[in-house]
């Protein structure tokens, strides 16, 4: 394996796959560097497992390629990838004891002839199991297990053996909430200390936060953006992605920028709310555009605010005494944080202020980032 | 937080919980004797009556003397028991008769359930245009009535020289046969998750060490299914063997069995029910094994080492 900091692991060039009426990938480029935990993120139905499947070589692109380690592998089997990959319901073989599912990986013909001098089955198998926690697991069979568990022992005999890259396809999906927590903490301390290529589909954003050095959201086969976790949240490419990184999800309110200004749409004259940061000239005008603003960043404090008026829909108040408020505007519901103690009544007119800085514009059509609102250029606006 | 949540889940299971709740305040109320119920069991009782009165005869009968036999008739319970009529088909028919019916029914199982297994995995998992069609056609091969064929097959395995001999049977039997293999197995192929099989390509192994490895394993069930029921055809099949092969020759069980009914001296009652009962008893026996594989099949097969 040759080895330096820019090497590229894995890569997809332009590949595609079509399933019946479905494409479920559509010329996706991608390039997995070596050592990096790559985050495939999206929906149910996005082409995440097609993309894994893909690598693993259990699909054949109908075109573009799949490169691993510089070499063009689409005709290779799955067998001689060399890729290590969980499957979404952990797939343990059922006659085999956890011990021999973890070692199957290490009893395949080549990986017997590459384990020459190299640390036995037994040494191995136990040290994965250890670092697993399911050592005194090992002689069970696997329809004694529970489901925390399985994904263990599955994780297990993805990691096991020296592979090229690890593909896991929503290995915590199926956990409930409190072990998937767990897991995530405990499989970033895995991800750190192994220092192996992963590639990690989910479709979790706070999963896809956490673990990925970098992530690549991905809609319909179409990789959308492929950034490092504080780019995707705060330079989303697009809309989608937006809506996908954060949460409560991001507010989407209507507005236009005319003379270079960015406006509210729904607010009786068009309130506006600065300038717009990549208008050329003064007289720079663009159709509708949908100004996004996370729920912490519109907020509520009693008073006037950005000219955003809305009806008060719901009210939710943590423990901690903070909260939001649900207001349906022109442009539908809106989430803001309360600043005040003071809270509003269900049905109540509010007027949210939007932090203008914070704010990220989008072209209504395409749904494509266009730019943001330059700060402190609404005051000399009005 | 993290790991006490993850300890517990760590841990051997306990099984002193399930213990306390199974001695429960629940005491099982007794089965009453409703005029329901009795009248159930009186009909099963005379059901099971008529199903093993036959078999208990046959038994009666293959014990007593073949003089018994012809002066006194059929009785309840034999006069005398004796073990000659056993003993006197076993040294006539054991070679070839017996032998010949052992041989057949078990290479012929062994080949059709292999090439049925191998046939099913191959319309399961591997997609092909007109892949129903080439299943229903194999299937429909077995809907033919194989006296419809007789007299061609007969001619056939004469002019390739195979008449009366056991390769012609097992070959027979085979073709017969595995269509219903293939399309018994195929269920079962389908049960096996295919993940399980994609899991093992990615782990290094190529697609037949695969089958051999995990697909097989987990059809033990179904393969030992499937044989006892193919064995149990080609054990009880009389028309090829009456017309391909001869009594002493490559003749099976069944045939023998039919010499028996028409020998010169009359119905030779004894020695009849001596031999139908030792060409039963291995029926019996898998047919018992199937019901125990049945009743224990889930855990035996796909989940349990």
């Known amino acids: 394996m040759t080895a330096s900091a820019a090497t590229l692991t894995v890569e997809l060039r332009n590949a595609s796959k079509r399933f019946g009426k479905i494409q479920a990938l559509d010329e996706a480029n991608l390039a997995v560097r070596e050592g990096e935990c790559l985050v495939i993120a999206g929906p149910s139905g996005a082409g995440k497992t097609t993309l894994l499947r893909l690598v693993a070589g259990l699909e054949k692109p109908d075109s573009g390629d799949v490169v691993i380690e510089g070499r063009t592998v689409n005709k290779d089997g799955a067998w001689v990838r060399r890729t290590g990959m969980t499957f979404e319901n952990y797939a343990l073989y059922p006659h085999l004891t956890v011990r021999d599912n973890i070692a199957f990986p290490l009893r395949s013909k080549a990986a017997r002839n590459s384990a020459n001098g190299k640390e036995s089955e037994e040494s191995r198998v136990r040290r994965i199991a250890e670092m697993l926690r399911i050592e005194e697991l090992l002689d069970r069979q696997t329809d004694q297990l529970s489901g925390g568990q399985r994904q263990r022992v599955s994780l297990a005999r993805c990691l096991v053996r020296e592979a090229v890259v690890f593909l896991l396809d929503e290995p915590l999906a199926h956990l409930d909430a409190k072990l998937r927590l767990a897991m995530r903490t405990e499989f970033k301390r895995m991800v750190s200390k192994l220092n192996a290529t992963m590639i990690y589909a989910t479709h979790d954003y706070r999963e896809a936060m956490a673990l990925g050095d970098r992530i690549a959201v991905i809609q319909e086969g179409q990789i959308i953006q492929v950034d490092t976790p504080k780019r995707i949240f705060d330079q989303p490419a697009s809309l989608l992605v937006a809506r996908f990184a954060g949460h409560p999800p991001i507010n989407t309110i209507e507005g236009s920028i005319e003379g270079g200004l960015v406006r509210l749409s729904d607010a009786g004259e068009g309130a506006v709310l600065g300038a717009y940061s990549a208008a050329d000239d003064v007289n720079f005008s663009h159709g509708p555009v949908i100004i996004g603003v996370r729920p912490m960043d519109c907020t509520w404090d009693g008073g006037a605010g950005s000219g955003l008026e809305g009806i008060v829909r719901a009210v939710k108040v943590r423990q901690d005494n903070t909260g939001t408020v649900l207001a349906e505007t022109g442009s539908g519901l809106v989430e803001a944080t309360l600043a005040t103690s003071a809270r509003p009544q269900f049905g109540d007119r509010i007027d949210i202020r939007i932090e203008e800085d914070r704010s990220l514009i989008f072209d209504k059509e395409s749904e494509r980032l266009l730019g943001r609102i330059v700060p402190g250029a609404s005051k000399g606006a009005h | ?305």
């Open chain 2, 1 to 305: 937080m993290t790991t006490s949540s993850l300890e517990e889940n760590v841990g051997p299971a306990t099984s002193e919980t399930r213990s306390t709740v199974a001695i429960g305040d629940f005491s099982q109320e007794k089965a009453k004797w409703t005029v329901g119920r009795m009248l159930a069991h009186l009909v099963l009782v005379i059901f099971a009556f008529v199903i093993l009165f036959p078999f208990y005869w046959m038994l009666v009968t293959s014990v007593r003397p073949q003089t018994a036999i012809s002066t006194a008739g059929a009785v309840l319970w034999p006069e005398e028991i004796t073990f000659f009529n056993y003993e006197q088909v076993i040294a006539a028919h054991l070679y070839p008769a017996i032998m010949n019916s052992f041989v057949a029914g078990i290479v012929s199982t062994i080949l059709a359930v292999a090439l049925g297994t191998l046939a099913a995995y191959g319309l399961e998992r591997y997609r092909f245009r007109g892949r129903e069609d080439v299943a229903f056609f194999i299937l429909s091969q077995r809907m033919m009535p194989p006296i419809a064929i007789a007299i061609p097959i007969l001619l056939i395995i004469r002019s390739i020289g195979l008449a009366d001999s056991l390769l012609a049977l097992i070959l027979l039997y085979t073709v017969f046969n595995l269509p219903l293999a293939m399309w018994i197995m195929r269920s079962f192929v389908r049960s096996v998750p295919v993940e399980l099989e994609e899991a093992a390509l990615v782990d290094g192994y190529r697609p037949f060490t695969v089958f051999m490895k995990i697909t097989v394993p987990l059809l033990r069930v179904g393969v030992a299914v499937t044989a006892i029921f193919i064995f149990i055809f080609a054990w009880n099949e009389f028309l090829f063997a009456l017309i391909i092969t001869t009594h002493g020759g490559a003749g099976t069980l069944p045939l023998a069995l039919a010499t028996l009914a028409g020998s010169p001296w009359g119905i030779e009652w004894g020695p009849m029910m001596a031999l139908s009962l030792i060409a039963i008893l291995p029926v019996l026996l898998l047919y018992a094994t199937v019901v125990l594989f049945l009743s224990r099949g889930v855990n035996l097969g796909g989940v349990r080492g």
